[in-house]
């Protein structure tokens, strides 16, 4: 061990606190690193949506009588809303709760870093992995299920905000629920369950029309149901619309709802939030 | 470098802390000089996790005067916290990213940073600059935690039981490590339950016992305390082992010669040794 002197700065420089948003980019280049470099996760990640979709969409395939459109093709829309909730949701409700759990948020806190900083990097990391994966099912619906990519600039539009409302308010959830699993052990169950039944109930595995109203009507109270919805608006013919409950796309009320749970959501991550696990009080 | 009114890096006056009926700390004064390395000795559950916590800024207290340099934790802002290292009990960093990028990372989060490299030679890490965290040794690892705890040029380094698990010579180039970083003007505060570690490094040392100061001084004047006294011991006729602290050896001794006419079996008279004067001041005699 060296005993050199390694202390370089200068007694009367001031030095200013370096600010929440560039550190918040270092912070999601930094996370961005980590998560691709647990391979396992990356595979799982970005493999299941896809994996799914290829079952489902093999096992039904058949046209919908009067939608011109097939039983694969309603599956992509479906299977882009569960990855986009994947990879916010699920992830960010299982990666924090670990973190909490090994200590690493504590010892975050324990330095001049912003909290904002700690968010903006999670929202950096849940961008790059939900514009990835959205990517990659899109290439597959279109080129193995005959999806057509909408032709006017109105739709790629709708597309994005529905896109950035719903990762939005799925993170926020994700980052709200991280916060009730006890350990590192029991992260993955607790955010997977609710996971599970909340697509059942939006109409990621099975198609709205053949799920009953009362479960539909529970499915409407999370923001999954309605990122489904408009990103079947987006992505199939208006002929498909009379599978919808309410016989149209709503995207007025998409963008209310998915609005309401980002607002919602932000108000939970805050009173809800903690540093530090149960143990230590 | 700021100075505070009364010169003390750390100023704690009747600390309290309660968990549920538990009192942890019952009562807590220090003072802790600028540039001093201070320990805080106990054995467990005496209520330096919670003291050195509540400095930290990372826990509540039920009561008591706090100032650390010169403001309060409960209350403290970014400034602050860019002012203080800490090197926790039980760690852990980002396992999946190296040591370099760690370091460098956590640079960036303080307004004047050490240079990283130098850190990472001080904490003698250079060979495992680019190894990915999850792949270093338990003492590895700790080393880690001390470069993270003085990448920010702290005022004040908080270390809780830092050596903890460290086999002898991790250890010794640990104390090494501490040494020069007061002697760079580091204020430190250190926790440990070994004894020795506590006469190596610090200036001035508390020991604490069920939540309250039971001594508090050099390590010297610590021992010289109990230092008028002797233990003697002896074997009686009917094959006991007997131990009697007296101020006055030579007086037992005189006596049990005149007991024992002449010779007495197993006679052997001691000195207190610092151990000694903790295990009497922390209640923990009967260990022995």
């Known amino acids: 061990m060296t005993t050199t002197a390694v202390r370089t700065r200068t007694e009367a420089s001031a030095g200013r606190l370096p600010g929440a948003w560039v550190l918040g980019l270092h912070r999601g280049a930094l996370e961005i690193k980590q998560f691709f470099r647990q391979r396992e996760q990356v595979v799982f990640t970005f493999a299941f949506p896809v994996v ?93 299920y005959g999806v057509d990519l909408p032709s006017d600039a109105g739709k790629w539009f709708d597309f994005g905000w529905i896109f950035v409302l719903g990762l939005t308010a799925c993170a926020l959830l994700g980052i709200a629920i991280s916060s009730v699993p006890k350990s590192a052990k029991s992260a993955s169950s607790v955010v997977v ?17 053949a799920i009953p109203h009362w479960m ?29 409950q309410a016989g149209s796309w709503e995207f007025g009320r998409i963008a209310l709802v998915l609005a309401a749970w980002c607002i919602a959501g932000l108000a939970l991550c805050l009173l809800t939030f903690r540093w530090k696990d149960r143990r230590e009080g | 470098m700021t100075t505070y009114a009364n010169g003390l890096a750390v100023d704690v006056r009747g600390l309290r802390k309660q968990y549920g009926d538990v009192t942890a700390v019952d009562g807590i004064d220090l003072e802790i000089r600028r540039g001093e390395v201070f320990g805080l000795l106990g054995p467990n559950g005496a209520g ?26 409960a209350r403290a802002a970014r400034a602050w916290r860019s002012k203080i ?97 007061a002697d760079e003007g580091t204020t430190i505060l250190l926790t440990t339950h070994y004894l020795e570690e506590a006469e190596e490094l610090a200036d001035r040392l508390a020991v604490v016992a069920k939540g309250r100061v039971v001594a508090e001084g050099t390590a010297s004047a610590l021992r010289n305390r109990f230092g008028s006294e002797a233990i003697v011991e002896w074997t009686e006729a009917d094959g006991r082992n007997r131990r009697e602290r007296t101020g006055t050896p030579t007086r037992t001794v005189t006596e049990l010669t005149r007991r024992f006419d002449g010779e007495i079996p197993g006679l052997r008279i001691s000195r207190p040794t610092l151990e000694d004067v903790y295990l009497r001041l922390t209640g923990q005699e009967d260990a022995r």
């Open chain 1, 52 to 144: 799914f979709l290829f079952l489902f969409a093999s096992i039904f395939h058949d046209a919908v009588r009067g939608t011109g459109v097939t039983a694969s093709q309603l599956y992509v829309p479906a299977m882009m809303a569960s990855g986009i909730m994947s990879t916010s949701f699920q992830s960010l409700g299982i990666s924090i709760a670990v973190e909490r759990d090994e200590r690493v948020l504590r010892r975050l806190r324990g330095t001049p870093m912003p909290p904002t900083a700690y968010f903006l990097g999670k929202i950096w990391l849940v961008l790059f992995t939900g514009v990835l994966e959205t990517a990659i099912l899109l290439l597959v619906g279109t080129t193995v």
């Open chain 1, 193 to 209: 369950l609710p996971f599970l039944v909340v697509q059942f109930v939006s109409g990621v595995y099975i198609s709205v029309n």
């Open chain 2, 48 to 73: 330096k996790s919670t003291t050195v916590e509540i400095l930290q800024g990372n826990r509540d207290r039920d009561g008591g005067e706090v100032s650390v340099l010169g403001a309060d934790p």
């Open chain 1, 216 to 244: 539909l009507d529970i499915g409407a109270l999370f923001p999954l149901k309605w990122l489904c919805q408009g990103l079947r608006g987006v992505f199939l013919p208006d002929s498909a619309k009379v599978l919808e």
């Open chain 2, 85 to 181: 290292g800490i090197v926790w009990q039980d760690e852990s960093a980002p396992a999946e990213l190296t040591v370099r990028e760690t370091v460098r990372h956590f640079a960036r989060y303080y307004p004047r940073p050490r240079d990283p490299e130098k850190v990472i030679g001080l904490v003698g890490l250079e060979a495992k600059a680019d190894s990915r965290i999850k792949g270093l040794s338990g003492g590895q690892r700790r080393r880690l935690d001390v470069a993270l705890g003085v990448i920010g040029d702290p005022e004040l380094l908080l270390l809780d039981e830092p050596t903890t698990g460290f086999d002898p010579a991790a250890r010794r180039q640990f104390w090494e490590l501490i040494r020069t970083l």
